[in-house]
């Protein structure tokens, strides 16, 4: 999924009609597992990057803007797909990222250009 468009919901249509090698559903619409991570605001941390929580078992600190760039609901298929990956240029800071993962760049919190 190269390129500067990104949309979740292709994204999830995507997931939803990948196929096995009997031509059988490979993911379930309905997950088999949720995971929640716990984010806790630290404005000592970079921006877009995350570190363990010592005070809460599975959780991270991450600097303020990072929380609210990141996407909530990440699709995660395992391994082997690879292909979700949508690798964007930030036109403003010129760091790189997978927009999969983000609602806007979460360095200079500028928008996605579409």
Known sequence: MKGKNFDPNSLYEKLMDTKNAAEK??????????????LRPDSTIRKAHFKPDPFISGGYLAHPVT????????????????DLECLYICQSCHEQMDLQFWKFCPYCEAPFKK
């Open 25 to 38: 559903p490979l993911l379930s619409r309905s997950p088999s597992e949720t995971h929640k991570v716990q």
């Open 67 to 82: 929380i609210r760039a990141v996407r909530l609901d990440i699709f995660v298929g395992g391994e082997g797909f690879d």
